[in-house]
């Protein structure tokens, strides 16, 4: 069950697809009736177009160089993987449908079509507006700094849920940070059988990690003068007896 807040700005299904092709480190490839993993395999152009890096005597070339030209005949899988440990670590994947043309030793993927699923569901992504946007300025860097907030501040984490309305925080056992880019950061809200996303937008984007430590700031400072949610100070409370 998913929780809703108010918010502003927020990538578009094309930028967050970009995004989620800039992070990732693998993927999975579906074609001629198999399926084989590639880890660290894959290149992205300034177009999102991928080149796929794959051995001389792989099954996937060999179908590549086979397959009619210009015929669908492959769909390219990536995983939206939180780096922060959640319930469910998976926030989306991206399919890339399409065929491969071999380019100086390597596999060049031209995709007919896109799709990004999402916890909202799924979108088929425009082709001209995938190639046309760019991702999120901070998609490779979101690992660390959700990390370094999870771990080395948990108590700024408990701070911004004072930013969160109270039937967000109904039944909460943890929150952790689970997504940012220039928009916002959105917080997982685990209780004992569900969870739910809720989003912190920021006054500004951030293009950069110098402006979003600002804007983090800028909420760190909006929830130090609310009040703690009482959800949260009774879980204090139990904690402590």
Known sequence: MGDSQ?????PSAAERARSVLAAAWSCAVTADGGREEYVGAHAVDADGRVLLHVPDESALRTAAICAPRGEPSAVMEFADVA?????NRIRGRLWLAGWFQPVDGHLLFRATRVVLRQQSGATVVDLDEFAAARPDPLATAEAHLLTHLADAHPDAV???????R??????AVRVQPLAVDRHGLTLCVERSRTHGEVRLPFHAPADDVTQLTERMHVLLTQAS?????RSLQRQRTDREG
């Open 225 to 229: 003068a609310a009040a703690c949610p």
């Open 6 to 10: 108010t918010w502003t700005a927020a």
């Open 158 to 164: 408990e701070r911004l849920t004072r930013l969160l």
């Open 83 to 87: 780096p922060v440990p959640v319930r």
């Open 166 to 171: 109270p039937d967000s925080l109904y039944g």
